[in-house]
């Protein structure tokens, strides 16, 4: 059974940091890219950043040059590292990956106050 499981939210003032964290079980972590994805309220939910089992990483413009992420293969996890944070980032944020379907996790709330 597949199952993607995120932490790390939280609240956090304009200019600061937060790592969120994905645990990924199964084949899913070693055989897939995961994905990072985001959805704030009243907004489609879009993709922020990703990285395959072979490491070549994505980040969508937003988000060039402030976030980071990265995978630790003996702990079946992905991290995306936030840094500068913006009010814009507020959302909730979801661990993803894709294998003939897509597999989410819970989501983990965000909040960037200004």
């Known amino acids: 059974q597949v199952q993607l499981v995120e932490s790390g939210g939280g609240l956090v003032q304009a200019g600061g940091s937060l790592r969120l964290s994905c645990v990924a079980s199964?084949?899913?972590?070693?055989?897939?890219?995961i994905n990072w994805y985001r959805q704030a309220p009243g907004k489609q939910r879009e993709l922020v950043a990703s990285?395959?089992?072979?490491?070549?990483?994505y980040y969508t413009d937003s988000v060039k040059g402030r976030f980071t992420i990265s995978r630790d293969n003996a702990k079946n996890t992905v991290y995306l590292q936030m840094n500068s944070l913006r009010p814009e980032d507020t959302a909730t944020y979801y661990c993803?990956?894709?294998?003939?379907?897509?597999?989410w996790g819970q989501g983990t709330q965000v909040t960037v106050s200004s």
């Open positions: 993803n990956a894709y294998n003939s379907r897509h597999y």
């Open positions: 199964g084949t899913i972590f070693s055989d897939n890219a």
């Open positions: 990285i395959t089992r072979g490491g070549i990483l």
